[in-house]
């Protein structure tokens, strides 16, 4: 059994209204590579953004009071403090250099998933333009999984991904925004080790763990490639969202 | 570019004093594979452990005020209480049920990553039987990678994994405990992205990510496939510690 990872080749910088689908089919043709029943397709999260138009242009954006207060907190420029507090329906923390935030889409993340590095709004390179998340990315996985359904007659899931920095370890790891076709959380309480145990407690969060493998071999940076094909994830497809792998404030014991 | 991860075939229960490197060899040829300058093995956790007879039975242990005190707290046996905070420098949050910890290892981890399930001591099942985390990973990963490059003649990677819980998600992930000849972290800080600005702070846990991967590949119950054969990881492998992921304490904004 092996789950084999691959990049897309030739996915082009994408910008605002570009068909998705089409161009992830006629990757897939490059890459030599097809679909089959149980595939999945795990996109970075700033390719739907830009196709989804999610660019703003800071010079557009007058800082409120609070943002003011939090730009002279964190550092971040008062036009980007506006966009996080926008975006975010509580602020965790605030450090120098750093904003941790609940999203509006549930997930505690850093600066709202505001995005500077490999963003540039239409035709230029300002360093004005910056990225937000897109609006649904449950609904966004769901739209390109039914057009790549329809078109392959293959059942398939799709998967968007970020990456986050984690409470108590360094580094950041590629976690599901967006889920459509596949499972966030598989449950093995109940399910029975080696030993006949019943295991009291498993719940997995395959989802991430999908996430983190495809953010791998993404890369992050100059690479340019932002759709990976799964092949051999061994789990059965069903519908699934992000929100299952959100943990309910009430049982967050470190916020 | 293809990140390809096997689980091993015929890995046998591990039972203290096995030699790991002797069974990874004879289950790489079982399982119709090679070992390549480049590739990487991920155990998990609880083999390493069983090998190096981290086995304990609680009823040796004498459960001191402090573990009384815990257990009637979190609900749990005052001697794996006891355990628990024999194996934590710090107990970060107790609730019914969960008991969140400082490892003496450095990371945080739900009941001092003591196990229960897939444990069986010396010949019996009882359910008095818990495995502890290994003495150290990093150095069992070391002996493990120079005992299967002398074999083999390559250059390995080896990772020691097991299964965390996250602050605000829900399900386990697979994290790295132990690291030998691959990095922790990757710092791409500095390199550019694809419209030439330099990334400010982009510092990737390579090694937990491909700790999530391998996990999803194990699976967690009774599947018993604790070791996996990774190809295709992209990052050159050096010297690393588990150590480059704890982050450390004063960075820690929600202990």
Known sequence: MTLALTALKGIPIIKPGDNLAGIILSSIQQSDLTL?????????QKIVSKAENQFINLANIQPSPQALALSAKSGKDPRLAELILRESTEILRTRFGSVIVEHRLGFVCANAGIDHSNVAGEGTTS?????????DP???SEVL?????????KKLGIMIIDSHGRAWR??????AIGIS???GLMDERGWQDLFGYTLQITVVGVADELAAAASLVMGQASEGT???HVRGF????????MKELLRPKEQDMFR
Do not use: C, F, H, K
């Open 234 to 241: 061994q789990y059965p497809l069903r519908n699934g969202s």
């Open 145 to 153: 999984r039914l057009q790549l359904q329809q078109v392959s007659g």
């Open 138 to 140: 449950d609904r966004s």
């Open 36 to 44: 089959e029943d149980g595939d999945i397709l795990v996109l970075a």
């Open 226 to 228: 932002p759709v990976v």
């Open 170 to 175: 360094l580094g950041t790891v590629g976690v």
């Open 127 to 135: 360093e004005d333009w910056v990225l937000l998340l897109p609006q």
């Open 181 to 183: 076709g596949l499972p």
